[in-house]
């Protein structure tokens, strides 16, 4: 059984940066493909990112790719997501998530963290 828990998000201005992490504990992190989701009201969870057990390949939605990049340390049990030039359409709320095969489409992830929020205001 593996708990995630992401970092705090936040609220910033178009064009502005913002990194936000990802710790797991009770598994063994390194087994596990990791991803990133995002969720906006009234919308499905959507795939923003992943990355392999070794971090070998990443993979990232058309509408961050050049933008967001994935990345993890299996040293520190954390996956983290860096957003650079960021666009009001990214606000939502961000999710991580573990699983056991590289996947795009959320219901192959068996572990969530429980969401950090991201605003991003014009």
Sequence with gaps: QVQLEESRGGSVQAGASLK?????SGGTFSSYVMGWFRQAPGKEREFVARITRGSDVTYYADSVK????????????TVYLQMNSL?????????CAAGLTSATNPAR???????TQVTVSS
């Design 109 to 115: 992830y068996d572990y969530w963290g429980q969401g």
């Design 87 to 95: 666009k009001p359409e990214d606000t939502a709320a961000y999710y």
């Design 66 to 77: 050049g933008r967001f990049t994935i990345s993890r340390d299996n040293a520190k049990n």
């Design 20 to 24: 936000v992490s990802c710790a797991a």
